[in-house]
Every structure is written in C-alpha cells, then in structure tokens.
C-alpha cells in the first residue's frame, strides 16, 4: 500500500470515529497528512468526513496549491500548511468541531487542563501531575492572516500541544494521523470533563 493510500485510510477510520462521537458534524473538520517533504494528502472542500472515500482527498504542496487535482482544497488548508512549515516532525493535522471545544473556545481565551491521566498522551508530559493551557485564537476569515497569528504564537510557545479557534474548533497534531487521532481523543475528553465541571460550579 502506497503512503498516499495508507494515510487516506487512516484519516477515513479517523473521521468515521469523530462522526461518531459528534465530533465533525455535517462538513465540518478537516484532517490532512504529509507526503514526503514537500506535500501532503488533504480533505477536500465539502466532504462529510463520516462519509470519506479515497477521492475525497486531494495532493497539495505545503504552499497549499493542489497537485493535479481539479478538487478544490479546503478552505483552512493553510492552516495544515502552517503547522507542517512549523515543525518537521508534525506528519498529521486534524480539525474537529466538537460542542464541549466550540462552547468552551466561544468563553474563554485559553482552556487550562491539569490533572488529567490522559494529558500523557500529549508531547512531553509524563505524568497526571501537570498542566497544559491550550490557547484560543480569534476566529478570522482571513486564514492567511490567522495562520500567521498562530505562527507567531507557535514561534514564542514551541510546546503548545493543540490550538482552539474561538466558535470554530480544535486543531491536534502528531507524527502519525494515528498520533494525532489518540490526542484528538485525548483533548475532546478533557474538554468534555471541563465543560461538565465548569457547568457543575455555575
């Protein structure tokens, strides 16, 4: 199995797993992941990713201009393209629209986990005995401009593990679409517990 046919089944599994949690409603979401150095494999605009098969994927260089392709890319690719200029370990992207990471990004400007045994699943944490703030940026439809605001973020704040966007969802990565499936997982069920208890003290 090629790389291109490997990763775009993993991405299926993982966007059927996030349809049914409540994860990606409708359209909403966009996973991608590296080809190589210089591309990588993306959903392309207005799939449903409960629903993917292989032609709803599409090539893009990390510039983010389709390769041979007539589909048009989504329309935050260039947020995928950030991250993967960002970091050369970073070999998956995933976006999901969950309601406990819309609600919880449309209050606060940074959501604080601590204590929780599944923030090991995230990079460079070992132990239930820490914390992590996940910042929140303004949502913008310039995805050019908010893709060089999370840059400059990412540039002062190298370890942040995962990103919200204010109203619009989660962005999760890791080394393998697998890697970033586990934190998307991990985060969602954390995010889940802090609108529960934040509810529970309201």
């Known amino acids: 199995m090629s790389?291109?046919?490997?990763?775009?089944?993993?991405?299926?599994?993982?966007g059927?797993?996030?349809?049914?949690?409540?994860?990606?409603?409708?359209?909403?979401?966009?996973?991608?992941?590296?080809?190589?150095?210089?591309?990588?494999?993306?959903?392309?605009?207005?799939?449903?990713?409960?629903e993917l098969g292989e032609g709803d994927f599409l090539l893009a260089d990390l510039d983010g201009r389709p390769i041979e392709s007539q589909r048009k890319a989504s329309y935050e690719t260039l947020l995928h393209?950030?991250?993967?200029?960002?970091?050369?370990?970073?070999?998956?992207?995933?976006?999901?629209?969950?309601?406990?990471?819309?609600?919880?990004?449309?209050?606060?400007?940074?959501?604080r986990l601590a204590?929780?045994?599944?923030?090991?699943?995230?990079?460079?944490?070992?132990?239930?005995?820490a914390e992590v703030e996940i910042p929140v940026f303004a949502n913008d439809q310039d995805i050019a401009r908010l893709a060089a605001t999370i840059d400059t973020h990412m540039r002062a704040e190298p370890t942040v593990p995962a990103y919200l966007i204010a109203g619009h969802g989660l962005y999760a990565w890791g080394d393998t679409v697998a890697q970033?499936?586990?934190?998307?997982?991990?985060?969602?069920?954390?995010?889940?517990?802090?609108?529960?208890?934040?509810?529970l003290k309201e």
């Not at 790389?3 to 993982?14: C, G, L, N, V």
Request: proline letters at 2%; hydrophobic letters at 45%.
């Open 115 to 129: 204590g929780y045994e599944l923030l090991k699943l995230l990079p460079g944490i070992a132990t239930h005995d």
């Open 81 to 111: 393209c950030q991250l993967y200029r960002f970091g050369a370990g970073i070999g998956a992207v995933l976006h999901t629209h969950s309601v406990a990471n819309t609600v919880l990004s449309r209050r606060y400007e940074g959501v």
């Open 16 to 50: 059927r797993l996030f349809h049914q949690r409540g994860w990606v409603p409708a359209t909403g979401g966009n996973f991608s992941a590296r080809i190589g150095d210089a591309r990588m494999l993306i959903t392309a605009s207005g799939c449903h990713k409960g």
């Open 180 to 199: 970033a499936r586990w934190r998307v997982e991990a985060l969602e069920f954390m995010f889940e517990c802090e609108l529960r208890a934040r509810l």
């Open 3 to 14: 790389a291109e046919s490997a990763s775009a089944a993993a991405m299926i599994d993982a």
